[in-house]
């Protein structure tokens, strides 16, 4: 019997889903697990061993559209929490995450949700998958090492306090009440605030030029990639700065890892829904504050 922990859905919830795939495969010792994921596939690096191994999802992400390379029993299962197939588990990582949950990155009740879960395939199929954790916190992402110090070194060269902004998108339309031109006029207030004492980085290009206004593409190399890796160093970048400021979409929300919130000398700054942001404050204790940006 394998255990198959797939996920259809694009990078935050996939960010939001590895410290549950830690935790089940810590402690299933002695079973087999496949990891399919349809993005973000780097963030499972650490996990994989010779009794786990990292298979291609039917239907990938590919930046704005989906890419259906075959049609199988995971492809047509989006909707389904769990299966059992040809005596194997199949668990849908993404509901796992979502179903029954009052926001989609909360991780509160998700200890009771997986083991209600897991005595329900237990009942149903006779197969026996322990989850040991009764604490969320424990589920709260760490994010796979990668080695930075050229960028580390890059920006303590500029001798100044460095300002982040996730000028990124969401493809899922969470972002829909946003004004369409936010990215901008939050470029505009940093620029005035910030822009001659501070070097500002952004995620991505902009049309907006200024002496101190740069981005991890064209400075750093650091260019999107389907795997992931571009976003995990982007939170390393973070990590590193003095300020940080982001809206809700699964890109910018990496930053919501045990070492960036255990990191209380950055000052993160939410522009979005006061509902979002007291998630951000009061369940993943990020040192967070709210800006309108008009």
């Known amino acids: 019997m394998k255990i198959i922990l797939h996920n259809p859905s694009h990078n935050g919830d996939q960010l939001h889903t590895l410290g549950i795939m830690k935790q089940l495969i810590n402690d299933n010792l002695d079973k087999e697990f496949i990891i399919v994921p349809a993005c973000t596939s780097y ?10 191994i990292l298979e291609e999802h039917p239907v990938l992400w590919n930046n704005d559209k989906n890419i259906f390379n075959n049609k199988n029993f995971i492809s047509e299962n989006h909707d389904t929490l769990w299966n059992y197939h040809d005596s194997n588990i199949y668990i849908n990582m993404w509901k796992l ?10 991780l509160v009740d998700r200890p009771r949700f997986i083991k209600n ?8 199929t006779g197969n026996n998958i322990h989850f040991n954790c009764d604490n969320y916190k424990e589920l709260i992402p760490i994010l796979p090492y990668i080695d930075i110090d050229f960028i580390r070194e890059k920006i303590a060269s500029y001798n ?4 982040f902004f996730y000028n990124q998108n969401s493809f899922c339309g969470i972002e829909s009440s946003y004004p369409s031109d936010i990215n901008e006029k939050t470029i505009l207030k940093l620029i005035h605030d910030y822009g001659e004492d501070h070097m500002i980085i952004l995620s991505k290009p902009c049309n907006i030029t200024h002496k101190n206004l740069i981005n991890v593409e064209a400075e750093f190399g650091n260019l999107p990639s389907l795997d992931g890796k571009n976003l995990i ?3 390393n970048i973070a990590n590193l ?14 930053i919501l890892n045990q070492k960036n919130i ?8 939410f522009i979005g829904d006061t509902c979002w942001q007291n998630i951000y404050y009061n369940e993943y204790e990020l040192n967070s504050s709210f800006v309108k940006i008009l």
């Open 241 to 254: 700065c003095d300020e940080i400021y982001f809206k809700t979409n699964g890109g910018s929300l990496f």
């Open 97 to 106: 995450l979502v179903k029954d949950n009052y926001n989609c990155i909360s």
């Open 160 to 163: 100044k306090k460095i300002i």
């Open 43 to 52: 963030l499972f690096n650490e996990l994989l061993t010779n009794r786990v």
């Open 262 to 269: 255990a990191n209380k000398n950055v000052k993160y700054n």
């Open 233 to 235: 160093i982007n939170a």
């Open 117 to 124: 879960m897991l005595n329900e395939i237990n009942n149903q």
